[in-house]
């Protein structure tokens, strides 16, 4: 099943599909090691949603939702 990061519950993991967005925040996001075939652990959310804190290649990093609904995985699947 296919979701977008955004959309994740705390605990749920995925292995990234897509990357979208504009060139500047896609450009970003690849910086960061948010690749294609990534995995992704969602560790936390701010009290209000936004921030959410995620585990990807062995380190942890906070992305705003705006940036999260960028990135598509496959969830339910190792």
Same mark, same amino acid.
């Given at each position: 099943?296919?979701?977008?990061?955004?959309? &994740?519950? +705390? $605990?749920?993991? #995925?292995?990234? +599909?897509?990357?979208? #967005?504009?060139?500047?925040?896609?450009?970003?996001? &690849?910086?960061?090691?948010?690749?294609? #075939?990534?995995?992704? &652990?969602?560790?936390?959310?701010?009290?209000? $949603?936004?921030?959410?804190?995620?585990?990807?290649?062995?380190? @942890?990093?906070?992305?705003?939702?705006?940036?999260?609904?960028? +990135?598509?995985? @496959?969830?339910?699947?190792?």
């Amino acid at each position: 099943m296919q979701k977008k990061l955004s959309e &994740f519950i +705390i $605990g749920e993991e #995925g292995i990234v +599909i897509k990357v979208e #967005g504009e060139k500047h925040i896609r450009r970003r996001l &690849f910086d960061m090691g948010i690749t294609p #075939g990534a995995n992704i &652990f969602l560790r936390k959310k701010a009290p209000m $949603g936004d921030p959410i804190e995620i585990n990807v290649r062995n380190y @942890e990093l906070t992305l705003r939702l705006v940036e999260a609904d960028n +990135i598509t995985l @496959e969830v339910g699947k190792k």
